[in-house]
């Protein structure tokens, strides 16, 4: 697992007051580490599972690039299982570092052709009341800081069983109904 890193102040601040106390069993924020680092023990702060590092996110998308990668985990892979929600996430994040597409978070997203529900560039709004929205901030969260080893590794692409992929990749994972490539 990885230490949490990427959350910023702004994020931290909208964190309820009666969810300060589950909270505090968290990492600190406020030491951003550009470098991953483990975890400590369990007793102080480690996720047992991926649903639990969920379940300790507050849901309210404070910065744009959240909403982008919330956005497109909602509109990607809402119903999949948190594993491949993530994954998906982690392809965004992994195209950020890559060098073979734009660095940002929400560049990466609105990339021309690279995403069936962006339309002239933009994504579309989500009410942040739904359920499934709630959960894709959450897995956001959980991706931007690098908080729990996802499945897809150093995937660059995914898509559905029926399309085919391009030629020169490498299957990573197939997750829920996603198959992940590098």
């Known amino acids: 697992m990885m230490a949490v890193s990427g959350i910023n102040a702004a994020d931290l601040a909208m964190v309820p007051q009666s969810a300060r106390a589950?909270?505090?069993?968290?990492?600190?924020f406020s030491q951003v580490s550009e470098t991953p680092q483990a975890f400590e023990s369990d007793e102080d702060?480690?996720?047992?599972?991926?649903?639990?590092?969920?379940?300790?996110?507050?849901?309210?998308?404070?910065?744009?690039?959240?909403?982008?990668?919330?956005?497109?985990?909602?509109?990607?892979?809402?119903?999949?299982?948190?594993?491949?929600q993530l994954?998906?996430?982690?392809?965004i994040l992994n195209r950020t570092k890559s060098g073979r597409f734009?660095?940002?978070?929400?560049?990466?997203?609105?990339?021309?052709?690279?995403?069936?529900?962006?339309?002239h560039g933009q994504i579309p709004s989500v009410s942040p009341s739904r359920s499934a929205y709630r959960?894709?901030?959450?897995?956001?969260?959980?991706?931007l800081a690098e908080a729990w080893d996802g499945p897809a590794g150093k995937a660059l692409f995914f898509n559905t069983p029926g399309n085919r992929p391009g030629v020169r990749v490498q299957k990573v994972a197939a997750i829920g109904n996603h198959?992940?490539?590098?």
């Open 45 to 84: 702060g480690e996720y047992e599972s991926l649903a639990d590092a969920v379940a300790a996110q507050d849901d309210i998308a404070s910065s744009e690039e959240l909403r982008c990668l919330a956005g497109a985990i909602y509109f990607e892979s809402q119903g999949e299982p948190l594993t491949g």
């Open 102 to 119: 734009p660095t940002g978070v929400c560049d990466v997203i609105k990339q021309r052709g690279q995403f069936s529900f962006v339309r």
């Open 22 to 28: 589950t909270m505090s069993a968290l990492p600190n």
């Open 135 to 143: 959960t894709a901030v959450a897995v956001a969260k959980v991706a």
């Open 87 to 91: 994954a998906v996430a982690q392809v």
């Open 179 to 182: 198959i992940f490539y590098r």
